[in-house]
């Protein structure tokens, strides 16, 4: 190793003075670009790739806690409805209860037919098709408010409103609707 030293110092002996003051600053410029392509760039790129790294992660973390109040809501709602059902063991037959609310209401259902239901694992799911005709927009309203706010668990679905052009009881003309909608009502099978 000190043999290349010393043969350097000779060639650097060698060299007059503006040569010497050339072959400096070509060192030195050489030292500077190893040192910035070498180091400071890559040092930078971490720094740079580092920083977007974690803009990435925040940007999951506020998604993920997002999700997770969405979850936390959503399955806050499915152990009320659970209970709701688990509570409601022992309710009223759904067309005995529908009739019962719609004469609450003031509106005499046209027709209630029972209709296929889907099958769970852990719920009897009872299904009616309701028909209104010839009601005011305030009495199905008020309707479908007593349904959903009923003891029992019940699910308004499936909801088809038809206007038709009709005359009130004091012979003037009114707005008339047709109501076709399905309530579900739901039992725990043990």
């Not at 688990?86 to 209860?97: A, E, I, K, P, V």
């Not at 003031?106 to 098709?129: A, F, H, I, L, N």
């Amino acid at each position: 190793m000190s043999e290349i030293f010393g043969r350097i110092q000779a060639l650097w002996d060698g060299l007059a003075p503006r040569e010497r003051v050339l072959v400096g600053a070509a060192g030195g410029a050489l030292a500077f670009v190893i040192l910035l392509f070498g180091i400071v760039m890559p040092i930078r790129g971490a720094v740079e790739d580092a920083k977007a790294e974690a803009e990435d992660a925040a940007r999951q973390l506020a998604l993920m806690q997002r999700m997770k109040r969405e979850w936390d809501d959503l399955n806050g709602r499915l152990v009320e409805v659970e209970g709701r059902i688990q509570n409601g063991r022992d309710g009223q037959n759904l067309l005995t209860l529908l009739e019962a609310l719609a004469a609450r209401a003031g509106v005499k259902p046209t027709s209630m037919e029972k209709r296929q239901s889907g099958e769970s694992e852990r719920y009897e799911e009872t299904k009616v098709e309701v028909s209104l005709k010839n009601v005011t927009l305030q009495q199905a309203v008020g309707y479908l408010a007593s349904i959903e706010n009923a003891d029992q668990p019940l699910s308004i679905k499936s909801l088809r409103i038809k206007r038709r052009a009709g005359l009130s009881s004091s012979g003037a003309a009114a707005d008339l609707i047709d109501v076709t909608f399905s309530v579900s009502g739901f039992k725990p099978l043990a």
